[in-house]
């Protein structure tokens, strides 16, 4: 999209009013205000600000690169690639080469076959453990570059709506802002959905987690653990993001401190837990941290000397949800719609989406001043369709928590989603390069599945449901977990949605690691074997990815 320039608003008055001023306000605030839109950019806090979601996957880094280019702002390129980040927005950060996970059993020594590893390939090694706290900062201050009005430690108290003006918005002091449109992307205590009556009570969400967090410095790489050296997965866990996971939970080790020119001594830690299996109590977070890590002496071994540098967040349960996101004159973005749960860093992913599809209806809403509940209706689709995708994923991982064979299996359909999805993510991407036409984007929206990383697939997509319905069996005790597994694992055996050279039907291919070999593989059954919405597209993201490569994008 070419920008245009914008006219000064009027005092207090504002074509689009941003609740929240994180990475997703950030964002959409410079590619609005980049494009002439008079945008307020509210928020509560000030920056830099501790905050999580701090793990990215390849489709959260080539989102960002897409959003750069189709909205023409340069400077978020820097953010979809770790080069990128730690040369342009913060040398904090850390390297993130893979997903780990090593499943532990209460009580028992770690069986070192019970591990899983996706590596992300090296063609494309572009992924990151974010500091949020300068990453966010660096998207604030770009989007007041270019001209968004910023008004920090400004809490929002009331909203009305006209759905024929716009938005009148009153801070607690008294103050008042209208806006043509307000995104709310403040949290779970959105003031619209408290305002609207959004939020649905209950969640509609199967999952329930709980979680407690912080920063802390000291913590061992896990690699040099007793309990790692018979380990044989293809990348070190000390260069990725490693999940401990245990029935009834899991734990997150997100190191800043990975890589040789690190800056950052501190490590990400948080034990995210079943509040069914672990109830929350009045105990202090970091007694029930130490008394987690009494139970599994080998994860603790990593964690033996190591201090928390700021206290310690503990929540009740995670699990929200809105009945409703997009209404006359507003939506609710990223976390003021829902949450689920940060297993797969998924949270960073919604929200790019969401700006990708909220930033070209706001720039023409802005021009034509059509507002209407009709254009931004995908919106509601969209965000509703994340939510439940990323629930059924979550819930089915909980379930598979209680049985290795079943986590095993589970973890399969989160590979092959987080493959795929980048698939179709970097094959759109290959054609609006080489045309410059939005059409490719458009075409994206009308999906029998919105939300889905594959949504072109009924195969793909029939997985997810089959393994959510299988889990819930389990849950109900009228199927073994094994059962489970073998269907899941046959299920993707007989799959025509990917290669079957690549064994993930496999019981054994615990690990996967997308070696130039394979990606030879591939490109063969591409040309001969995939049917026709996968084989044309995974050709053009392979194009799309060498050619970024030469360029020095990763």
Not at 38 to 47: F, I, M, P
Not at 246 to 255: A, K, R, S
Not at 478 to 496: F, M, N, V, Y
């Amino acid at each position: 999209m070419q920008p245009t320039s914008g006219t000064s608003p009027r005092k207090n008055q504002y074509d689009v009013a941003i609740l929240g001023s994180g990475m997703a306000g950030g964002m959409l605030g410079a590619v609005l205000a980049r494009h002439g839109v008079s945008v307020l950019l509210l928020d509560a806090g000030t920056h830099p600000r501790f905050a999580v979601g701090e793990s990215t996957i390849p489709y959260t880094s080539g989102m960002t690169r897409l959003i750069a280019d189709r909205y023409g702002v340069p400077e978020l390129k820097h953010l979809s690639s770790y080069k990128g980040i730690t040369k342009h927005v913060s040398p904090a950060c850390g390297q993130k080469q893979n997903f780990g996970f090593v499943y532990h059993r209460e009580g028992m020594s770690q069986d070192p076959q019970e591990i899983n590893q996706l590596v992300v390939p090296s063609a494309i090694r572009t992924e990151t453990h974010l500091f949020r706290q300068d990453v966010d900062s660096y998207l604030f201050n770009l989007a007041v570059k270019y001209g968004a009005t910023p008004r920090l430690n400004t809490r929002i108290a009331d909203v009305e709506i006209d759905p024929d003006s716009g938005a009148v918005l009153r801070t607690d002091k008294g103050e008042e802002f209208r806006a043509s449109y307000v995104v709310d992307g403040s949290g779970f205590r959105s003031p619209l959905a408290d305002k609207f009556d959004l939020r649905e009570t209950p969640t509609r969400a199967r999952t329930h987690s709980r979680t407690l967090f912080t920063h802390m410095i000291g913590v061992k790489p896990f690699d040099k653990a007793p309990a790692a050296q018979a380990h044989q997965q293809p990348n070190p866990w000390h260069h990725g993001t490693l999940h401990h996971v245990f029935d009834g939970g899991w734990l997150w080790v997100i190191p800043f401190d990975n890589h040789r020119d690190s800056i950052n001594p501190l490590c990400s830690v948080g034990l995210t837990l079943d509040p069914r299996v672990f109830p929350k109590d009045d105990t202090p977070a970091q007694e029930e941290f130490d008394a987690f890590l009494a139970r599994f002496p080998e994860i603790a071994w990593q964690f033996k000397g190591a201090t928390a540098v700021r206290p310690w967040v503990s929540t009740g349960r995670l699990q929200y949800s809105a009945k409703q996101v997009v209404g006359e004159r507003y939506c609710l973005t990223s976390h003021a719609a829902g949450f689920i749960d940060a297993l797969y860093s998924r949270g960073l992913t919604n929200t790019m989406e969401l700006v990708n599809v909220l930033g070209w209806r706001l720039i023409a809403a802005s021009r034509d001043g059509d507002w209407s509940l009709k254009r931004f209706a995908y919106v509601e689709t969209l965000q509703q369709g994340l939510f439940d995708f990323h629930d059924d994923l979550v819930y089915s991982s909980f379930v598979g928590f209680r049985d290795y064979e079943l986590w095993n299996a589970v973890n399969r359909t989160w590979m092959l989603g987080t493959m795929l999805g980048n698939v179709m993510l970097e094959d759109a991407y290959y054609r609006f390069s080489r045309t410059g036409n939005n059409k490719v984007f458009l075409d994206l929206e009308d999906s029998a599945h919105p939300g889905s990383p594959l949504p072109v697939s009924e195969g793909f997509n029939a997985m997810g449901v089959k393994t959510r319905e299988l889990c819930q069996a389990v849950e109900a005790g009228t199927l073994a977990p094994r059962s489970a597994a073998e269907q899941i694992l046959e299920h993707i055996r007989t799959a025509d949605f990917i290669a079957p050279s690549f064994g993930l039907g496999l019981r054994g291919t615990r690990c996967f690691n997308m070696t130039p070999a394979k990606m030879a593989m591939n490109a063969v059954w591409c040309r001969r074997d995939a049917p026709p919405e996968i084989g044309p597209r995974m050709i053009n993201a392979s194009k799309g990815l060498v050619r970024m490569r030469f360029k020095g994008g990763a």
